[in-house]
């Protein structure tokens, strides 16, 4: 059996209960390998249309993320394992192709991730759960590993 090469792992994360448990296993499987993870929050499209319209401040929406993200810090500093993390628009009011699966894919590839986890939280329509429509596209376009929670 080969072992996999990873030095990079994507958890691409909402704040959900389903993020917190995606980035356990993307932690878990950086350990096991030597790598790295990157949390990548992802907004939904009501935070993009509020941000958009100015009714809504970037940094009010940097705060509420800057929670998740250094429980993540703290995760990964904890089980020994490399961490880094950015934010991106789940949607655009102005390209129709943008939506949460792309800008996963998109990641992947700029940051040269070798495995993602993604959350396959169930269909709630919820504000804040952005990814429970992107794993199925990510599990079918994905050309790195995925693993969905």
């Known amino acids: 059996m080969t072992k996999l090469d990873i030095d990079l792992v994507l958890a691409p994360v909402d704040g959900s209960e389903a993020s917190h448990e ?16 990157h949390a990548l929050y992802v907004l939904d499209e009501e935070v993009v249309r509020a941000l958009e319209s100015g009714s809504i401040d970037e940094r009010d929406v940097a705060e509420d993320t800057a929670t998740f993200t250094e429980s993540v810090a703290e995760r990964a500093e904890a089980a020994g394992v490399g961490h880094s993390n950015s934010m991106a628009y789940g949607f655009s009011t102005e390209v129709k192709t943008v ?26 329509g919820e504000p804040g759960q ?9 599990l079918l376009y994905a050309s790195q590993p995925v693993l969905s929670v």
């Open 22 to 37: 995606a980035v356990d296993y993307a932690i878990g499987i950086a350990s096991e390998y030597g790598a790295s993870v």
């Open 99 to 124: 939506h949460p699966g792309s800008v996963v894919l998109d990641t992947a590839e700029e940051i040269e991730a070798d495995f993602i986890v993604v959350p396959r939280e169930p269909v709630t």
């Open 130 to 138: 952005v990814l429970e429509k992107a794993a199925e596209y990510v």
